[in-house]
């Protein structure tokens, strides 16, 4: 983009002291700088919707085609169309749909990047994190902190749907990716079920330094069932909503009151019938999920109606309006949680 205009002697030998500077990896500046540093955020991502009900067709028709063993992750991927061949759904995050089929495990691994997985359909399937098994519900949140091993598996008669958020295009933006695999497909258990629910899920831990503490100290809960973070937001809802966000509800490591994971932050929202939200903006992209209800959102000059399980992404720096036609429960993910590390993060209430 040029940010000035030359006359064109000017810039025919601009043009000549280009091509000079190329092989010698130099160039300038002055015919960048406003793209570059932009007054507004300028995402390539766009606002989009998808459908579970479609989704979910693609990914059954996929689980008749290949196993979790040949895939290692049986994965839809949710890519923005603004972000082609990307594998991401706002630049600095990923989402897929992954599906496990009765009988299957995704074997175990870790890598640097951090995960997510909010449960969509099906009950009674696992996920091991360093080898406590969080027996899945849904719309429960389970989380996979950087490099902490972690497997899948489904030993009920029910197919298990679930959505995966990282922050793969961070990682790859860092050139930070690091993995690994085990021997075994599935890690030993070496606690009971949900063992960090009781340790570390009702404001008390074991004390430092005890053969009880046995999590990270810096993430020792990685299980949010939608039963007890429902109950807190149906709570939370006799007061008066807030007039930009309705009645919302942020997850918290509770080590130290932060954002789940140091690059995800994640929400729930209760909007009661009837209402509507005021315009609102902020710097993160952030995906939602419908929980429960139905709706309607506009994102930008976008209108979109909300059904259960459907998904949309909002770009950064987008205005956002949503309506509940009955109480509408929302899950969101976004990359607020690095943004305010970096003090980058700004919101816009309109």
Do not use: C
């Not at 579970?52 to 290949?66: Q, W």
């Not at 996920?127 to 949140?141: H, K, N, Q, S």
């Amino acid at each position: 983009m040029t940010t000035a205009i030359f006359p064109n002697d000017q810039r025919a030998q601009l043009e000549q002291l280009y091509a000079a500077m190329r092989p010698e990896g130099l160039a300038p500046l002055w015919e960048v700088l406003a793209a570059l540093v932009s007054p507004t955020p300028q995402s390539p991502a766009v606002a989009h919707h998808w459908r579970y009900d479609d989704a979910r067709r693609h990914l059954m028709r996929a689980g008749d085609l290949i196993s979790a063993e040949q895939a290692e992750r049986r994965v839809l991927i949710l890519e923005n169309p603004g972000l082609p061949d990307q594998s991401a759904i706002t630049p600095s995050l990923y989402a897929g749909l992954q599906l496990i089929q009765p009988g299957e495990v995704a074997p175990a691994h870790r890598h640097t990047q951090s995960a997510l997985r909010f449960v969509m359909e099906g009950e009674g399937a696992y996920t091991t994190v360093d080898g406590e098994r969080a027996v899945m519900r849904p719309f429960d949140l389970v989380l996979t902190p950087s490099w902490q091993w972690h497997d899948h598996g489904n030993e009920t008669a029910q197919p298990m749907i679930w959505l995966d958020g990282l922050d793969i295009p961070t990682v790859r933006h860092f050139a930070a990716s690091f993995a690994e695999k085990t021997e075994a497909p599935v890690q030993a258990r070496l606690v009971p079920d949900d063992d960090s629910l009781s340790r570390y899920g009702r404001n008390l831990r074991p004390l430092r330094g005890s053969i009880a503490d046995r999590r990270p100290a810096s993430r020792p809960l990685f299980h949010y069932p939608y039963a007890e973070w429902r109950r807190s937001l149906a709570d939370l809802a006799v007061g008066a909503p807030d007039p930009h966000l309705g009645h919302a509800l942020e997850f918290i490591n509770p080590a130290d009151g932060g954002t789940v994971l140091p690059t995800i932050a994640a929400q729930v929202q209760l909007l009661p019938a009837g209402f509507t939200t005021r315009p609102r903006r902020a710097s993160d992209g952030a995906i939602h999920v419908v929980v429960e209800g139905t709706g309607t959102a506009r994102i930008g000059d976008r209108e979109v109606s909300l059904g259960a399980r459907d998904i949309i992404v909002v770009p950064s720096w987008t205005r956002l309006e949503l309506s509940a036609d009955s109480d509408l429960v929302l899950f969101s993910y976004s990359d607020r949680a690095a943004q305010q590390r970096l003090e980058l993060y700004r919101e816009d209430r309109l």
